[in-house]
């Protein structure tokens, strides 16, 4: 079972600054497998990045993720009041088939 | 406009059973595979099951196998999750989400399952 790790836990940052969000694998993952999700309180999540570094439909791009192997980072690059939100990483494997990092919560500071 | 809606959820004994539905609407539904995914209260997410377009490719977490069933009807687009011999750890609210290349590309709006006495 690959483990994803992310890393901090909590990050606390003021609007316009750039967050650095980091998703380590417990083994090698396949770039195309590797994803970035958005959940903001009550709502569902909502992929942003879709085979490590490709930007899903309709995302600003101000979000861009990069990396390769067991290291993968989602950046933002100045932050919006609404991307103040918890962020998932989630890799397809084998057995479980997906996997989710335990998330890391992005606030205000 | 991709939609998917769930239902069935609500406040179920330990032990108990309760079935889900997902209803899908705007894409071809038959050509999608599509998966269950849960959320703990305060908590992270979890994969439960997926199913393939046709239904013939079925996987289940660990946590869940043998007490969840996974189904589809593509003639009426929709999603069904069975869930037998219910526990307080299966207490999350329940997602159905597409698949496109191995992510989920568009998420229900969820329900809520509670399991308690």
């Known amino acids: 079972e690959t483990i994803l790790t992310q890393s901090p836990g909590t990050l606390s940052l003021s609007p316009g600054e750039r967050a650095t969000l980091s998703c380590r694998a417990s083994q090698s993952v396949t770039s195309n497998y590797l994803a970035w999700y958005q959940q903001r309180p009550g709502q569902a999540p909502r992929l942003l990045i879709y085979g490590a570094s490709s930007r899903a439909t309709g995302i600003p791009d101000r979000f861009s993720g990069s990396g390769s192997g067991t290291d993968f980072t989602l950046t933002i690059s100045r932050l919006d009041p609404e991307d103040f939100a918890v962020y998932y990483c989630?890799?397809?494997?084998?057995?479980?088939?997906?996997?989710f990092g335990q998330g890391t919560k992005l606030e205000i500071k | 406009e991709v939609q998917l809606v769930e239902s069935g959820g609500g406040l179920v004994q330990p032990g108990g059973s309760l079935r889900l539905s997902c209803a899908a609407s705007g894409f071809t539904f038959s050509t999608y595979e599509v998966n269950w995914v849960r959320q703990a209260p305060g908590k992270g997410l979890e994969w439960v099951s997926y199913?393939?377009?046709?239904?013939?490719?079925?996987y289940y977490a660990d946590s869940v196998k043998g007490r969840f069933t996974i189904s589809r009807d593509n003639a009426n687009k929709l999603l069904f999750l069975q869930m037998n011999s219910l526990r307080a750890e299966d207490t999350a609210v329940y997602y159905c989400?597409?698949?496109?290349?191995?992510?989920?590309?568009?998420w229900g709006q969820g329900t809520l399952v509670t399991v308690s006495s």
């Open positions: 199913i393939s377009s046709s239904g013939s490719t079925i």
């Open positions: 989400a597409r698949a496109v290349g191995r992510r989920f590309d568009n």
């Open positions: 989630q890799q397809y494997g084998s057995s479980p088939l997906y996997t």
